[in-house]
């Protein structure tokens, strides 16, 4: 990097966002600098932060004009190291936290309209004012933001009923590489104008331009709810349940989860006010939510009361409890909510974030589980998830007594290419709900067929020739290819 050039761009950018939205203060920077997880740490030149969607395009054009890259950033929970720079110290940061308003809310179309840097949890809190929400959550609600969201194509404990990110945006405003500004934010239910462009950006990793706002589809707000914890037998047990379940109330189902005993174990013992919704240790447990979201629909505790005495009646359960309030409610998820969190305090373990055919879920955490802790003695696998859509969270547990960084180091190259191949076998997918990022690129090329890497590095070197927006992450580039 040439220091006058260099320090002429940095000075551009300055006065493009002011002094409040841009420093190259070590200090500074050091908290944006490295992941959620803790596993990538990098070096940026500066993090700038615009506060609209003008002051954003100004950047990226800067930034083209320099061959600077870029990493955009939103809340930076990500958990494949998505949004953090390289070592270079040749990036900057982009970050979107001050792009957060929230500009419309039109209930009678079930539309709202915000920024990139607008918090979930400020999301689902002003629509609740308005009588909508927007049904998606997850345990990071209080820092993801919506450009993130939008661009990794999240997930969370509502996909069942009203799918990922990419089934709720509705439009799409992005800044594309040359600093130019895609405005795809009309949420027209025809537009028959050729490929459907705001796909591209759901996903995409700002990997080919920088998403500065999103048009989402909301729903009413619940009435009210119904949460169940169910004890079964078995995956298998689980799997018939969701189908009894499904079968009768498919409209009102809003949430499968199945949680192991192990990790329920993890959770009480980690995770401060928790205790067990039932007595006994059956080897696995569901939560189920039903919800009520029209004052005329029928009433999810009946419906959950009639369900699960007649699943009970059909061998399906062992045993189940209704949460008796809304804070019980509340608690019972906060035991699922805490899983990952309980795990890491359990102590060292590769997680991974994998889906199958819905169908397949239980036949896979039964027999993936046992090949792994086989192959690699001492280890303990703790298989979780969301079985309505065959999202499981596979973590595999260092046997104990193993230094932790060196395990997960050597491990990783060995345990986690054996997952991902049981994964591909089952007809999956290695990445669920939390993107590719740096973390699952290189695997990303070795499962992928010739078809579909040609297809993404044909996408991404048509919008993004020079690569600057978030190289190395997402797709593996071709030998040749700028930034490989």
Known sequence: MNMPDTAKWLEQMRSAVGAKGFTTTGEDMAPWLTDWRGRYTGAAAAMVSPASTEETSAIVRIANENAVAIVPQGGNSGMVGGATPDASGRSIILSLRRVNNIRAIRSDEQLVVCDAGVIL??????????GQRFPLTLGGKGSATVGGLVSTNAGGTQVLRHGTMRSLVAGIEAVLPDGSIYEGLSALKKDNRGYDLKQLFIGGEGTLGIVTAATLKTVPALVDRCVAWVAVGSTDAAYQLFRFLHARVPQSLEGFEIIPQTCLESVLRHISGTRPPLAGGQPWHVLVEIVRDQPDAPDPKSIMENLLANALERGLIEDATLAAS???????WKIRESIAEAERANGPALQHD???PVHGMARFIDEASPVIEAKFPGTK?????HMGDGNVHFHVKAPEGVEA???MRESAKQITPLVHDLVIAAGGSISAEHGIGQNKRAELERLSSGARLSMLRAIKMAIDPGNIMNPGKLVPLASGQSGS
């Open 405 to 407: 960084q060196q395990w």
């Open 354 to 356: 994998i889906s199958v």
């Open 381 to 385: 696998v703790a298989a979780f998830g």
């Open 326 to 332: 809304e804070q019980q409610a509340e608690d019972f």
């Open 121 to 130: 949890q400020n999301l689902h809190e002003a629509l609740a004012a308005d």
